[in-house]
């Protein structure tokens, strides 16, 4: 099995969209994982993908292009372990 990339993905929506930003970010192919979060993001997403570049795309072509999203903050794991 190829290795995969990862991605924790903290996100900040705005006022009221969460949930609706939660519903657009479970339908991208990428996503392992979206959970709503206290403290000073809404919302925390794991992805994976077989490429960095296709880390990079999940981001800008998809995630940037759901309504809501006003922050991201992208952190990629150093090891992955299962």
């Known amino acids: 099995m190829a290795t995969q990339t990862r991605a924790y993905i903290l996100i900040e929506t705005s006022v009221g969209k969460t949930g609706e930003v939660i519903d657009g970010l479970r339908k991208l192919d990428a996503m392992v994982n979206v959970d709503a979060v206290t403290g000073p993001f809404d919302i925390?997403?794991?992805?994976?993908?077989?490429?960095l570049n296709a880390i990079g795309d999940?981001?800008?072509?998809?995630m940037h292009?759901?309504?809501?999203?006003?922050?991201?903050?992208?952190?990629?794991?150093?090891?992955?372990?299962?």
């Open 65 to 82: 292009r759901i309504p809501g999203i006003i922050k991201t903050i992208t952190c990629l794991s150093v090891s992955v372990q299962d």
């Open 44 to 51: 925390v997403a794991v992805a994976e993908a077989e490429t």
């Open 58 to 62: 999940l981001i800008s072509d998809g």
